[in-house]
């Protein structure tokens, strides 16, 4: 039995008891069932709406399910692109336009555009000057 059946019973039940609405208990009793029949509707309305959230649940993974395939397709031809990359660093780059400089602090491989100069590339692995600090030592 649902809740709002349940509650409906309940009135019933009271009706039944022929409770006298002028005196205390009577009164109290009546708005009890009140109380009862209103959260039981509302709790319907709570378990439908949740039915439906769940639903959309379900199709927004499906959706993301599907996201997630193609992304990992590409994914895996971006990995491909990577091994095509001749310069042996992790950037990815395709060697069009790109040069590289090894740090002279921490031995990183830097690719950067030809347009850039040298000596003004900070390295992203140490956060020091690529070729500055190199230049000093050979001085």
């Known amino acids: 039995m649902k809740l709002g059946e349940k509650s409906a019973y309940l009135q019933g039940l009271a009706a039944g008891l022929d409770l006298d609405q002028t005196k205390a208990e009577g009164k109290l009793i009546g708005?009890?069932?009140?109380?009862?029949?209103d959260m039981a509707a509302a709790i319907e309305d709570l378990e439908q709406e949740c039915a439906r959230l769940n639903d959309y649940i379900e199709?927004?993974?499906?959706?993301?399910g599907d996201v997630e395939e193609i992304l990992f397709d590409?994914?895996?031809?971006?990995?491909?692109?990577?091994?095509d990359c001749e310069c042996d660093c992790c950037c990815g780059c395709d060697d069009i336009g790109q040069r590289m400089l090894m740090c002279a602090n921490c031995g990183e491989t830097i690719c950067y555009d030809e347009t850039l100069d040298p000596?003004?590339?900070?390295?992203?692995?140490?956060?020091?000057?690529?070729?500055?600090?190199?230049?000093?030592?050979d001085e």
Not at 31 to 37: D, N, Q, R, Y
Not at 74 to 83: I, P, R
Not at 120 to 136: H, V
Request: contains cysteine.
């Open 31 to 37: 708005e009890l069932l009140t109380v009862v029949s």
């Open 59 to 64: 199709e927004l993974d499906a959706d993301l």
């Open 74 to 83: 590409e994914e895996e031809d971006f990995d491909d692109d990577e091994d």
């Open 119 to 137: 000596e003004t590339l900070i390295c992203p692995a140490c956060g020091k000057s690529a070729a500055g600090e190199a230049d000093a030592k």
